[in-house]
């Protein structure tokens, strides 16, 4: 398969376990984070959301924790399954920028 | 859901040749965006454009343009394709601008020049 990064930090775990992705965002300024997934062959898929309002928001099956006095950002996935294997990567951004700033990415391996 | 999709898959060109991207998206959204992605550099914005016939350079501009005459579809062109130019290119779009609604991704266009 095709690969999105050639040295990325890579997280193993159990199939039912959690998972536990970490993320540092480098401007004080953003307000507005996202995690995307990427598989292999394919573009990054949205997954979850949160504005700099609120620490913790979630979804099915996932849960996004937002630190703002460290710069920290974190998904979680309950219940990990084969599927969930990807590469993960999170993005800042604020309403007075054009831009997204997306980190490098951490590759999740889920094993039976 | 959300539909944006890039017209070929895998693309091999030669040094010197003109390249069209397209990408099309079916959500009536009003901003999109063509990205590279490559290992070890990860994302960079190459042009975006927040309305028909509107771009704005994103970090990496340089030997690529853009094209938008439609609202659902945004072509990136390679006037002159080099070899430095092999990259995973992607496309996403958006509702609203960036930093207050998320940007969705093509599948991608893996580009080699020879």
């Known amino acids: 398969g095709e690969s999105v990064g050639l040295h990325l930090p890579t997280l193993s775990v159990q199939e039912g376990d959690n998972s536990i992705i970490n993320c540092a965002y480098s401007?004080?300024?953003?307000?507005?984070f996202i995690w995307y997934k990427q598989e292999s062959g394919k573009g990054p898929q949205f997954i979850i959301d949160i504005r700099s309002n609120m620490d913790k928001r979630q979804g099915q099956r996932v849960t996004v924790l937002l630190n703002k006095t460290v710069k920290h950002l974190s998904l979680q996935i309950a219940a990990t399954q084969p599927g969930d294997s990807a590469v993960y990567f999170c993005?800042?951004?604020?309403?007075?920028?054009?831009?997204?700033?997306f980190g490098t990415g951490t590759r999740l391996q889920v094993f039976p | 859901d959300v539909k944006v999709t890039q017209s070929s898959r895998y693309l091999v060109k030669r040094t010197g040749e003109k390249v069209f991207l397209e990408c099309v998206q079916d959500m009536d959204h009003e901003n999109m965006f063509w990205y590279r992605q490559d290992p070890g550099l990860g994302l960079r914005l190459i042009y975006f454009s927040y309305d028909v016939k509107m771009k704005e350079k994103g970090d990496i501009p340089e030997g690529y343009s853009v094209s938008r005459e439609k609202k659902e579809r945004f072509s990136l062109i390679l006037e002159s394709a080099s070899t430095n130019q092999t990259s995973m290119y992607l496309c996403?779009?958006?509702?609203?601008?960036?930093?207050?609604?998320?940007?969705?991704f093509g599948n991608g266009t893996r580009l080699t020049v020879t």
């Open positions: 401007n004080s300024a953003s307000d507005y």
């Open positions: 993005a800042e951004s604020n309403y007075n920028t054009d831009k997204l700033i």
């Open positions: 996403a779009s958006s509702t609203d601008r960036v930093g207050t609604s998320p940007l969705h």
